[in-house]
């Protein structure tokens, strides 16, 4: 996902980076402690954080989900176009059938 930062393309952290944030704000709420207004903010920012995770996850159960597909297939290997952009666009398909010649 980009987010844009005063016109510029701001890329989102990787996966791994994201979920480390989320853990650590966890655990800063689960410690309480913060003043009522901190700890809204750190949950509005742990649901974002959480709902990114959940994307990458998904879109990563995909693609696992076509190799496996393409490889148990009776004609061997099915060649598929994986377009992230679309992946975006269009809820987590990023794919291209066979026939479309748009590639």
């Known amino acids: 996902m980009v987010g844009y ?14 979920f480390r944030q989320l853990e650590d704000i966890v ?13 809204v903010t750190l949950f509005e920012e742990a649901m974002r ?6 994307a990458r996850l998904d879109t990563a159960e995909l693609r696992i989900t076509q190799i496996t597909a393409s490889a148990a297939s009776p004609n ?6 994986f377009r992230p952009e679309a992946a975006r666009s ?10 479309d010649e748009s590639c």
């Open 5 to 18: 930062n005063g016109g510029v393309p701001k890329k989102e952290p990787a996966f791994e980076e994201s």
């Open 27 to 39: 655990q800063k709420l689960e410690a309480g402690g913060l003043p009522l207004d901190d700890s």
């Open 49 to 54: 954080l959480a709902k990114l995770c959940n």
């Open 76 to 81: 061997g290997v099915r060649e598929a176009a």
């Open 90 to 99: 269009n809820g987590g398909l990023g794919l291209l059938d066979e026939d």
